[in-house]
């Protein structure tokens, strides 16, 4: 079995190709991009560049895997609109949406200690889109709660009130916000709060691979791949603001 996993989410644009034997999925090829150009103009040459060098024609993909959302209202829309036009005019191709925030965990999912993963993607106004996880140090993970906004106030009082023995490893582009908004608030120095290494730190399409792989049963036709946002984007929230004021 072949996957093709995106993720353009956030900043980081991440192109794979894997290949699944005995239930592991390694991956042949993969490619990951932090520039000045837009997901746009650089995801479908990213694809092409793994395709390629993974020796693997679209025609082959069992799996397209898209990391479906939360995260920035244009990229996780370009990422949609990019697997459904890949998977046009191949009906045995599966389509597989997965959370944005497990795809995170993941990255640091093989940690060989305990440990609870905190993915952070900064969403703005002080508030991350954020999901807990528990990994058992050997390669299980566990969901806690669902993806969310929350605001970094709430989100370190919940760590502090019901994970304060816990490792915590942090994760995601608001790894780094989070761990310094933290820092500042009330017994900060008794937690085990640290953030991830900065090879892992970031969106990784090998680990939407994996999640895929776990998520098999959930794949969907093409038409039906959906974004998921958990808030309104910033417009729709101005022109929101505006029709309560007039």
Do not use: W
């Amino acid at each position: 079995m072949y996957i093709l996993s995106v993720d353009t989410t956030a900043k980081t644009a991440a192109a794979a190709v894997s290949l699944v034997k005995d239930g592991v999925v390694f991956p042949l090829c993969d490619s990951r991009l932090n520039s000045t150009l837009t997901h746009s103009e650089s995801i479908l040459p990213m694809i092409d560049f793994c395709l390629k060098n993974a020796n693997v024609n679209l025609s082959e993909v069992d799996v397209l895997a898209i990391s479906a959302g939360p995260g920035s209202f244009t990229g996780v829309r370009i990422g949609i609109s990019t697997i459904k036009g890949l998977a046009f005019g191949n009906d045995n191709v599966k389509c597989v949406p997965v959370s944005s925030l497990e795809a995170l965990c993941e990255n640091v999912s093989d940690e060989q200690r305990a440990t609870l993963i905190c993915a952070c993607m900064d969403a703005r106004r002080n508030q991350f889109y954020n999901a807990l996880f528990s990994a058992n140090g050997k390669g299980s993970i566990k969901r806690l709660c669902e993806d969310r906004a929350i605001s970094a106030e709430d989100l370190y009082k919940e760590l502090s009130d019901k994970y304060s023995t816990r490792r915590i490893v942090l994760v995601g582009d608001g790894a780094l916000l989070a761990y310094k908004l933290f820092s500042e608030y009330s017994c900060f120095e008794n937690m085990k709060i640290v953030t991830a290494r900065s090879d892992r730190l970031l969106q990784d399409a090998v680990s939407v691979a994996r999640t895929s792989y776990r998520h098999l049963d959930d794949a969907v036709p093409a038409f039906n791949l959906n974004p998921v946002y958990l808030r309104l984007s910033q417009a729709e929230r101005e022109r929101n603001e505006r029709m309560a004021n007039q």
